[in-house]
C-alpha cells in the first residue's frame, strides 16, 4: 500500500515543490505577512527584524558548510571509501540496500545529528555503486534517519536543560537527561523508529519499471594524479608531506579533547574529526583539493540559504508569532495532553525555525508556564518540543541541503518519500508522548 501512496506524493512534489531556494522566499513572505495580520506589528517593523537578523546564522552557515565539505573529503580517501564498498557489500539486493543505509543513519543520528547527515549521504552513494536501486529513495531513506537526533545523545534541547546556568533554571531548575534523553518513553520511541523507518522504507520501493537509477556523473570521481608531474611545484602538490605536517597536529588536538573531556561531540568536533582525518588519509594535497572543490560546489545552496532563513527566525520570535501560536496550542491542552501540542506546534514552528536551540529559546516561556499551570509532566513537554524539532525536518529541506548536496539532488527528489515518513513517524511520536 505505500508503494501506492508514495508513487503520489513523489509525482506531487516533483511538480509542485520548488527549488530549496524558492522555498525559502516563499517561507519568509508567509511569515512577514502572517506576523502583519495576526501581531501589533507594521510592515515596516517586520522588515526591520528581518533585515536586523539576516546576518545571525553566519557562523552556524559556515559549520554546515564544513560539514558537507569536511565529509566529502572524508569519504573521498582510499581508505574510508573501501571501508564504505565493503560496508555496501552486506546489500545484496535493493531492498537490502535500503534497510541497510535506513539503519546506519538511524544509528549515526542517534550518535550526533551532524555526523548523521554526512555519514548517511556518504553510504547511500556507496551503495549506489554496487546495488542498482532507486536513488531518490535510497538517498530519502538516509534523510529519513536524522529525524531521530533530537531523542539522542546530540539533541540541543535536552542537552540545554541539564546545563547549569541555562536560560530558564531559575523556572524549571536542571532537568537531567535520565529524565529525558534516556526516559523509558523516550527510549521507547526510538526503539519504535529504529523498526519504523526502515521497513516503512522498504514498502515504498518502487516497483522495477519505475525505478530511477542514479546518474552515472553523480559517482564518477577522476582520480588526480592521472597525469605524472611536470614541474617542482607539481611534484609538491603530490607529495603527502605537508599534509602529514598539518594533521599529525590536528588528530593530537583531537586525542587531547576526547582524553580530557571524553566522547564529546558537537558540531566543530565532528568537522574538525572529518577534516583532519581526510587529510591525514589522503594521498596528496592535489588529491585533496580536488575533493575540496567537488565539495564546495556541492553546497551552494547553503551560502545563500541561510540567511534568509536567519531572517524568518528573527520574524517569527521578535514579532511574537512563534510564541502566539504556541500559545494558542496550549491553550486548549490539559496536562495529559500538552506535550502532545507542545509537540505538534513544535513541528509547525520549525518549519520557520530550523534551529532546536533558537525554537527552544521561543517556546520553553510558553510551554513552562503551561506545564506548571497544569502540573503536566515537565520534561516530557521538553521532549516533545524537541520531537517536534525534529519531526518536521522531513519536510522542511534546510536540513537536507547538505546531503542533498552530496549526492547531487534537490529536494523534491526526496520529499516526496520523506512526507510518507512525516505521517508515520508523527503517529508514532505524537501516540509515545501521550500513552508511554
Not at 553510504?123 to 538516509?142: E, G, N, T
Not at 546545563?163 to 536542571?174: Q, Y
Not at 588526480?224 to 594533521?247: D, F, G, K, M, Y
Not at 522542511?396 to 546531503?403: I, T
Request: charged share 10%.
Amino acid at each position: 500500500m505505500l508503494r501506492f501512496l508514495a508513487r503520489p506524493a513523489t509525482r506531487m512534489m516533483e511538480r509542485y515543490l520548488p527549488d530549496a531556494f524558492i522555498f525559502v522566499i516563499v517561507l519568509t513572505l508567509v511569515a512577514g505577512l502572517a506576523a502583519v495580520l495576526t501581531q501589533p506589528v507594521t510592515p515596516m517593523q517586520v522588515i526591520v527584524a528581518w533585515g536586523d537578523g539576516f546576518w545571525r546564522l553566519l557562523e552556524f552557515a559556515m559549520q554546515m558548510l564544513l560539514v558537507l565539505v569536511s565529509g566529502y573529503i572524508m569519504a573521498t580517501t582510499p581508505v574510508v571509501r573501501s571501508l564504505l564498498d565493503r560496508l555496501a557489500g552486506l546489500a545484496a539486493s535493493p531492498a537490502g540496500a535500503i534497510v541497510l543505509v535506513s539503519l546506519v543513519s538511524l544509528v549515526a543520528s542517534w550518535i550526533n545529528w551532524g555526523f548523521g547527515l554526512v555519514v548517511g549521504a556518504l553510504f547511500a552513494k556507496a551503495l549506489a555503486r554496487r546495488v542498482r536501486v532507486d536513488y531518490r529513495l535510497l538517498i530519502a531513506s538516509a534523510y529519513s534517519g536524522f529525524v531521530i537526533w533530537h531523542g539522542g545523545l546530540s539533541g540541543s534541547i535536552p542537552l540545554t536543560v541539564s546545563t547549569p546556568g541555562h536560560f530558564t533554571e531559575e523556572v524549571i531548575g536542571l532537568i537531567p537527561t535520565s529524565l529525558t534523553t534516556f526516559a523509558s518513553y523516550n527510549l521507547m520511541i526510538c526503539a519504535a523508529l529504529f523498526v519504523a523507518i526502515p521497513l516503512v522504507n522498504y514498502l515504498m520501493m518502487p516497483r522495477p519499471d519505475e525505478t530511477v537509477l542514479v546518474d552515472p556523473a553523480k559517482l564518477t570521481e577522476e582520480d588526480p594524479h592521472a597525469e605524472p608531474a611536470r614541474t617542482p611545484a607539481e611534484a609538491l602538490e603530490r607529495s603527502p608531506i605537508l599534509l602529514w605536517a598539518v594533521a599529525v597536529p590536528g588528530l593530537i588536538w583531537l586525542a587531547q579533547h576526547f582524553i580530557t573531556k571524553g566522547a564529546v561531540l558537537n558540531l566543530n568536533v565532528v568537522n574538525f574529526l572529518f577534516l583532519f582525518t581526510g587529510i591525514a588519509l589522503h594521498r596528496s594535497p592535489r588529491s585533496l583539493l580536488a575533493a575540496l572543490d567537488e565539495g564546495v560546489r556541492g553546497g551552494a545552496g547553503i551560502v545563500i540559504q541561510f540567511p534568509f532563513y536567519a531572517g524568518i527566525m528573527a520574524i517569527m520570535t521578535q514579532t511574537g508569532l512563534a510564541a502566539a501560536l504556541s500559545e494558542w496550542f496550549v491553550s486548549f491542552s490539559t496536562a495529559q495532553t500538552l506535550p502532545f501540542w507542545s509537540f505538534i506546534s513544535a513541528g509547525i514552528v520549525n518549519i520557520f525555525v530550523p534551529s532546536g536551540g533558537g525554537q527552544w529559546a521561543v517556546q520553553a516561556p510558553v510551554v513552562e508556564a503551561a506545564a506548571q499551570a497544569l502540573q503536566a509532566d515537565m520534561p516530557r513537554v521538553v521532549m516533545a518540543v524537541a520531537w517536534g524539532d525534529a519531526w518536521t525536518n522531513l519536510l522542511q529541506p534546510f536540513w537536507a541541503l547538505p546531503m542533498l548536496g552530496i549526492a547531487g539532488l534537490k529536494p523534491r527528489d526526496i520529499m516526496g518519500f520523506c512526507l510518507i515518513q512525516l505521517v508515520v513517524t508523527g503517529t508514532i511520536i505524537g501516540l509515545g508522548l501521550l500513552y508511554l
